[in-house]
């Protein structure tokens, strides 16, 4: 009988038992949930060492998706199991389901016996979200704060006027509602003395006129399909480097915020023939008067190009830029452009008639026979560079 050699019996060592508890939860924190509970398994030591991981993620679109008892079952179960001497420092909860209403329950419940250990909470939810506040509130210790509320409504949730969470460095909001003070105005991020990363979607103001931003360290903004019925962003933030937006430009932007921004991302979008789209995404350009990098849609461009006698405008701002990308989109298939098409089509008409009409009968022609107008519109991209003709241009395609 042939003996094994000694290297043979180095590697079939159970070297992971060796390592001490602390080291197997860490790396027990790098699986999904499932996939680390699925470990007590192996043996009596691994036995209670998933119940110690300090970070759960309980998403009812990836844990038994399209099983809602079975994701009911699971999360009240890690929740009642979990060993409570242990720190929790991420708790993210994703649910849609007929138990959202038990389980929500059980979650904030979760949450306020942890509050001064988690650094880290995400919560999405469809409705029951009327004991959200008072549990975040609790959480002092936060520095990440998700919430996002998919509840239908006209008005969704109203966002508190003042939140006292003095470590938040990252807030990202969806579904909410901002109300204004008795001067129209609403700001609800001034209490957030170390904001640093601030993403508002899907969410509106009600009684003012002016949202107000405002925050010494805010280093980046994004702005996403707000349903935003006011005039006037008050952006005071000078140490905002990033701005992204997505959407359609309905507000002006004041004040001193723009003047520190060095990378700026829009990706616009119009639904009305009488927006003011094309002159609010103009006074942004005029603005951006240190920019570095620009990246724009197809779509933004094309709305950009509505601004009357636009090329013959000479640009105070985009004196700095290194690089502009450009993101080409199907123009065709994309409903929030028809309307922009058809203004297209009529300012083409109207400088090719100002020209000559034989141009015009032209373009007339092109138009009845299906043509669009280019996904980049004749001038544009000399426009943006005329104070910056170095900089580097990048044309991509999403299809």
């Not at 936060?142 to 949730?157: A, E, K």
């Not at 990246?295 to 933004?300: A, D, F, Q, R």
């Not at 290194?322 to 083409?348: C, D, T």
Request: hydrophobic share 40%.
């Amino acid at each position: 009988m042939k003996r094994r050699s000694h290297s043979e019996n180095e590697e079939s060592e159970d070297r992971l038992s060796d390592l001490p508890d602390c080291l197997l939860v860490y790396i027990l924190s790098f699986l999904r949930i499932e996939y680390a509970v699925r470990t007590c398994i192996l043996s009596t030591r691994w036995k209670h060492l998933w119940k110690r991981i300090p970070e759960l993620f309980l998403h009812s679109s990836t844990l038994f998706r399209g099983k809602e008892k079975q994701f009911f079952t699971f999360v009240s179960k890690i929740l009642t199991l979990r060993d409570n001497s242990a720190a929790l420092h991420i708790l993210d909860f994703e649910c849609d389901s007929d138990y959202e209403s038990e389980l929500v329950q059980k979650i904030l419940n979760y949450a306020c016996s942890h509050n001064t250990q988690i650094q880290q909470l995400g919560i999405s939810i469809s409705h029951d979200s009327d004991l959200l506040m008072p549990c975040v509130s609790s959480c002092q210790a936060l520095t990440s704060l998700t919430l996002s509320i998919y509840n239908g409504c006209i008005f969704p949730d109203t966002f508190p006027k003042y939140l006292n969470m003095p470590a938040l460095t990252s807030l990202d909001l969806t579904g909410f509602t901002f109300c204004g003070d008795e001067n129209r105005c609403a700001e609800p991020f001034s209490a957030f003395t170390k904001l640093n990363s601030l993403i508002i979607s899907r969410c509106m103001v009600k009684d003012a006129q002016i949202l107000r931003i405002s925050s010494e360290t805010l280093d980046n903004l994004y702005l996403y399909k707000n349903l935003f019925n006011f005039d006037k962003i008050e952006l005071a933030a000078p140490s905002l480097c990033t701005f992204t937006f997505y959407g359609t430009p309905k507000q002006k932007i004041c004040g001193s915020g723009f003047s520190s921004v060095k990378e700026v991302n829009i990706d616009a979008h119009m639904f009305s023939k009488v927006d003011k789209s094309p002159m609010i995404l103009f006074s942004w350009l005029l603005d951006l008067a240190n920019i570095e990098s620009l990246t724009v849609s197809s779509s933004t461009l094309q709305i950009l190009s509505l601004v009357p006698d636009l090329l013959e405008v000479k640009l105070p701002s985009l004196c700095n830029l290194k690089s502009v990308e450009i993101k080409l989109e199907r123009l065709g298939i994309l409903p929030s452009l028809l309307h922009f098409m058809y203004e297209a089509n009529q300012a083409m008409l109207k400088k090719a008639a100002a020209k000559s009409r034989k141009e015009a009968s032209k373009l007339r022609k092109a138009f009845k026979a299906g043509l669009e107008p280019p996904s980049i519109p004749d001038g544009i991209v000399d426009f943006l560079l005329q104070n910056s003709p170095s900089a580097k241009v990048n044309i991509t395609s999403d299809y």
